[in-house]
């Protein structure tokens, strides 16, 4: 949890939406959906971190969809053939 709530609080940025809304993010987001975003950030791009995490890459770009849906903000920034972490 303590990890997860780091990612949220990764994800969000502002500090006073971290503080407000880390326990609402937590509970909507999977682990899933966190290693994803941790994967991204750390690979640079949503291919490697597919590749890290051996799933798919739709399934990797799916997770940046929900997380991004679940914060209320855009994360990733998005080209023709990538995605990668703002």
Request: hydrophobic share 40%.
């Amino acid at each position: 949890l303590d990890q997860m709530e780091r990612a949220v609080a990764d994800l969000t940025g502002d500090a006073d939406v971290r503080t407000a809304h880390v326990g609402t993010i937590c509970r909507h987001l999977t682990d899933s959906q966190v290693r994803c975003h941790i994967a991204i950030a750390h690979c640079g791009s949503a291919a490697e971190a597919a590749q890290q995490l051996g799933i798919s890459q739709p399934a990797v770009h799916r997770a940046a969809r929900q997380i991004e849906q679940t914060v209320g903000a855009t994360l990733y920034r998005r080209r023709v053939h990538s995605v990668s972490a703002n």
